[in-house]
């Protein structure tokens, strides 16, 4: 027999996840209950019997469809009907339901994302990721921006700490950290730059492969955004850019910790 409460403990964000990944499945005409029956088949990963869900579900499910509206993903109406429960996808619907990469629309499958690439994510960076993600789903831009920097900065200073303590000279250990102890975060990834740069032939080619535009260029991207946030210039954040920046974080900071490992177990000169 068919559970009458199928998925009623399945927390908001998870739920979330189902319901974009039906929205996936379903072609370009979307209706409230065959939404429901979707995501209903999705969660039990079977379609052998009937499937009937309860109320609390479906205004779970609801919720959620109208929270998609407020973030600009659906709207209400399609060539069926132009009023609920038919539903159609924005253009901004349309990318990120065929984004292959983490959508922050997402923040179950995202940070689940995240989780799995790197389980060793350190908790302050996640902290200020999860802030940014669910303050871009509310709009608030300014904040997103501001979060999304601080996650990036963090990433950057624990591994500078880690290249810092991998010289194989003490004096050069020193040198490097007088450099910059107490700096701004531009002047130590400067410093930090000019350093790896030394001897980044010599490693792995993957990562020297990978370093100007994975890591340089991201650093700078994020850095830049964050500063126009952070400062009262005035100038509005452009959400187009924002949902890039966060849909390359998850490689960026992969690619950071690729390197945070490499150098805690390789000394350099």
Known sequence: MPSE????????????????????????????????????????KSADFSLS?????????RQIIWDLII?????????????????????YGEKIIQSSFPVPNDP????????????????????YLSESIRTYNINQLLSATITLG???EKSLLILIDIFANSFKDDTKREQFKNKINNKSIKIQFDEFDKAIKQILQSMPYEIREN???????????????????????????DKDTLFANLQV??????YIYGLMDYFSNNKHD
């Open 71 to 91: 973030e600009r993903v659906l709207t209400i109406g399609n060539y069926h009907s132009d009023s609920w429960p038919w539903l159609s996808l924005t253009e």
């Open 150 to 152: 601080c996650a990036s």
């Open 211 to 237: 370093y100007t535009n994975t890591l340089t260029g991201i650093f700078q991207m994020i850095r830049y955004n964050r500063n126009q946030a952070g400062h009262p210039t005035g100038k509005a954040i």
């Open 5 to 44: 409460n199928i998925f009623v403990n399945i927390p908001y964000e998870e739920l979330k996840h189902f319901v974009l990944d039906s929205l996936r499945l379903m072609g370009d005409s979307y209706e409230y209950n065959n939404i429901c029956n979707t995501v209903a088949r999705e969660v039990t």
């Open 108 to 127: 179950g499958g995202y940070l689940g994302r995240i989780d799995k690439e790197i389980p060793q994510l350190d908790q302050t960076i996640k902290i």
């Open 249 to 254: 974080f998850i490689p960026y900071c992969k």
């Open 53 to 61: 869900i309860s109320k609390f579900d479906k205004e779970m499910i």
